[in-house]
């Protein structure tokens, strides 16, 4: 039951380039969407995370834009790095809930 | 302990043969999740616990999955008769907090099972 559809499933991206991921889901009830950076062989880890009340939200290189009337939210990578090759996953949460939804994937590699 | 630690980092297990998988929490970590991630997928939900109240076990897919911490702390996934379908990393995540807003989740580095 995928209730957080993500795109592209993998992506490349020239070393300096600009990296988007985009996120879509159908529950009005989550709240809470935060994002997911994953190495080979390690857990997820928390990379950035916004809520339904603010279009964006902007930490360092990443930036999350969120439409809340098109239920759509994306990642953008700016001045992609090598470093930044990974699984990146978006993810969904609601208030009182006990569970993360997480997309399915998309395998970001920057070429140097 | 610095992070999440999960034991055995690999299992490989005979088909129908039972498995226990290991999670040491943070410590003080009131909540923590188990999760199952398929290769190419993303984590999947499988269990929530808040101290030792197993508050949700939605995501648990058969009742060959079973999952304890008796004490508040360590925790335990317990497979039975385990399946090739069951082959997949299960992650372990603790939280400060109760629930999943407003605290950060920190993952294992997960136990990857392979049942042959």
């Known amino acids: 039951q995928q209730q957080v559809k993500q795109s592209p499933q993998s992506l490349i991206v020239q070393k300096g380039g600009i990296s988007i991921i985009n996120c879509a889901y159908e529950?009005?009830?989550?709240?809470?969407f935060p994002w997911y950076q994953q190495f080979p062989g390690k857990g997820p880890a928390l990379l950035i995370a916004?809520?339904?009340?603010?279009s964006e939200k902007k930490e360092g290189r990443f930036t999350i834009s969120f439409n809340k009337s098109a239920k759509q939210f994306s990642l953008h990578i700016m001045d992609s790095q090598p470093g930044d090759s990974a699984t990146y996953f978006c993810?969904?949460?609601?208030?009182?809930?006990?569970?993360?939804?997480f997309g399915a994937g998309t395998r970001l590699f920057v070429k140097a | 302990g610095a992070g999440v630690s999960q034991s055995p980092r690999y299992k490989v297990a005979k088909r129908g043969q039972d498995v226990a998988l290991r999670c040491d929490p943070i410590s003080g970590h009131v909540s923590l999740f188990w999760y199952q991630q398929a290769l190419g997928q993303g984590p999947e939900f499988l269990t929530y616990?808040?101290?030792?109240?197993?508050?949700?076990k939605s995501g648990l897919p058969s009742d060959r999955f079973f999952a304890e911490r008796p004490e508040g702390s360590v925790s335990t996934l317990k497979i039975q008769r385990t399946q090739q379908e069951d082959s997949a990393v299960y992650l372990c995540?603790?939280?400060?907090?109760?629930?999943?807003?407003?605290?950060?989740?920190?993952f294992g580095q997960g136990t990857r099972l392979t049942v042959v």
């Open positions: 529950n009005t009830a989550f709240d809470y």
């Open positions: 916004i809520r339904p009340d603010v």
């Open positions: 616990f808040q101290n030792e109240a197993q508050l949700d």
């Open positions: 995540a603790s939280s400060l907090l109760e629930g999943t807003m407003n605290t950060e989740a920190f």
């Open positions: 993810a969904a949460e609601y208030t009182g809930g006990f569970k993360t939804i």
